[in-house]
């Protein structure tokens, strides 16, 4: 089924068009990025810094890999104790409405309301690299100084990890709009269907 929007050889694209849909032409600003097939059919990047738009793909592919193992994991039944009262009962589905109303303790002052808090002074903390990236201090895109350690020494490995990292993450973020999706559809925990 994907080879029906993606060529089956590569090499027999025209050249200066995209890989990923051959009837467009590639579009200049992506080249020399992580995980480049051409596809940009909008054409974003001629007017956005390729930069700022690959540090928030990074973002949201890491979020949504938490995302999606968080959202299973609670309606597999894990959960963090002690639980307090009136939550034990719920799911990943049913857990939003709770948490932001005033029953049992949501609202503007309950978990979420403080979960949103918090994420924005991480936005605005996060601000400082990425603004700096896009001054030339020459950090590169999802880049915030920790874990490098774990990358290979060799280039061509490293190269290969942050592919590997985009591509999950690409999946990972289709794969959590299809969980919330099917949960909230057909009311069912995991495996939704």
Not at 89 to 98: G, Q
Not at 105 to 129: C, H, K, R, T, V
């Amino acid at each position: 089924m994907a080879s029906a929007f993606y060529p089956s050889n590569p090499a027999k694209v025209a050249p200066g068009k995209s890989e990923a849909l051959p009837w467009l032409p590639k579009p200049k600003n992506l080249a020399g990025y992580v995980g480049d097939v051409g596809f940009d059919p909008l054409r974003i990047s001629d007017y956005v810094p390729m930069d700022y738009l690959r540090e928030a793909e990074l973002k949201h592919s890491r979020i949504c890999m938490l995302a999606w193992s968080g959202y299973v994991a609670v309606d597999c039944g894990y959960r963090v104790f002690p639980i307090p009262e009136g939550w034990a009962e719920l799911n990943s589905r049913t857990a939003h409405d709770v948490l932001v109303t005033d029953k049992f303790g949501g609202g503007p002052n309950g978990p979420l309301g403080q979960i949103f808090i918090w994420l924005a002074f991480a936005e605005m903390a996060s601000w400082l690299g990425v603004s700096q990236m896009l001054q030339g201090s020459g950090r590169e895109p999802g880049d915030f100084g920790f874990g490098k350690n774990f990358l290979p020494k060799d280039p061509k490995e490293a190269e290969k990890r942050k592919l590997q990292e985009l591509m999950n993450g690409r999946l990972a973020m289709i794969a959590f709009g299809a969980v919330v999706t099917q949960s909230i559809l057909f009311d069912k925990g995991f495996p939704y269907f």
